[in-house]
């Protein structure tokens, strides 16, 4: 079983940065693929961005194309921590942010919410215009 706890949200505003952590507890997160959804009120989950499990030193990475260019996902293994960098805020990226965790092989898999095991409870993000 896997613990994920999401920080790091809060107000800011257009044209700011933010960085989302996502910690876990339970087990190392090196085994899994990871990644960001988020949910804007009255809308559907949506996928965010993926990072793909220990690979040796290679990570593959993927991105929505609406926070492509401005978001980042990273991973410290050491630290059982997942990242999203988030540049560039619009109020559009105004959304609860959730971090999942997932067995699945390959990236393009990690962007579809059923390729995930366990998931965290959210953290608010609110972009100011």
């Known amino acids: 079983q896997v613990q994920l706890v999401e920080s790091g949200g809060g107000l800011v505003q257009a044209g700011g940065s933010l960085r989302l952590s996502c910690a876990a507890s339970g087990r190392t997160l090196s085994s899994y693929g990871m990644g960001w959804f988020r949910q804007a009120p009255g809308k559907e989950r949506e996928f965010v961005a993926a990072?793909?499990?220990?690979?040796?030193?290679?990570?593959?990475?993927e991105y929505a194309g609406s926070v492509k260019g401005r978001f980042t996902i990273s991973r410290d293994n050491a630290k059982n921590t997942a990242y999203l960098q988030m540049n560039s805020l619009k109020p559009e990226d105004t959304a609860v942010y959730y971090c999942a965790a997932g067995f699945a092989h390959g990236i393009e898999v990690l962007t579809t919410e059923g390729a995930y095991n366990y998931w965290g409870q959210g953290t608010q993000v609110t972009v100011s215009s």
């Open positions: 990072i793909s499990r220990s690979g040796g030193s290679t990570y593959y990475v």
